[in-house]
């Protein structure tokens, strides 16, 4: 009757000790460091920063402000400041009106209107599609735009955000429809008929001809040489991003897609 008894007592006896042995072999094991928080790996000092997740973190604008340095387009004469206000505005407007990402337009109004400044990037593919010259309103200004209006019969251009609508067959031919998105400064563009269009006086020749230190000027309208026309409008029909840009105080003021 003693055997089986000794032999159980002696079989927990094993037991506890296996368990004790085991604490005590693991009271000399290195603790390990409890993981880090998902967020700390987008910490700036962190070294192994996965670049998904770098790129779902970055704006819009921040992640398409290099294409300025790609494409050079300081060298082509786009003012810096009108490419990051387009980006800004581009990216508020992608939220707002899901627009398309890839297009996007600038009209530089700072310089003369004897130089190619509109241009059409490609920010998908770090490609300029177009560079070339765009008239302003004929009360807006001679060589350099300088005043501007959002107001019917003014012949003057409004500066700001636009989406491209449709196309259509007009008066100037081939054209292309522009909503205004920016209350007071340019949501008229569309009653005005402020379209994107073909002249013949968006020209250095007839600039030349007519002894002029200046191109043609519209009634408000970005206008675009007739033999580019039709190419750039089917290129940017539908749903893109135009950004008529000068640096004019009181545009920024008032804008809040530029900001």
Known sequence: MQKPFIKRLAKRCGSVL?????????????????????????????THKPAAAVTLHRSFA???????????LEDAGLSRRAFEMALRGMSKLIKSYHIKEN??????????????????????????????????????????????????????????????????????????????VEKGINDFAFRRAIVLHGADYVSADWAANHNQDYIGRSQGCPALPVEMSA??????????????????STYRAQSRLAK
């Open 18 to 46: 296996l368990v004790a042995g085991t604490v005590f072999l693991w009271s000399f094991m290195p603790s390990l460091p409890a993981p880090l928080p998902y967020k700390n790996y987008l910490d700036s000092s962190f």
């Open 62 to 72: 921040e992640a398409k402000m290099d294409v300025y340095d790609s494409l050079r």
């Open 103 to 180: 297009i996007l337009s600038i009209v530089d109004f700072s310089q003369s209107s004897l130089s190619k400044r509109l241009y059409v990037i490609d920010l998908e593919n770090y490609a300029l599609l177009f560079n070339t010259l765009v008239a302003h309103g004929n009360k807006t200004g001679k060589e350099m735009a300088q005043s501007f209006s959002n107001k019917n019969r003014s012949n003057k251009s409004s500066l700001g955000f636009y989406i491209t609508g449709n196309t259509y067959m007009g008066n100037n031919g081939y054209s292309l429809k522009l909503q205004g």
């Open 231 to 248: 190419e750039i409008i089917n290129e940017v029909k539908d749903g893109t991003c135009l950004f008529i840009y000068h640096p004019t």
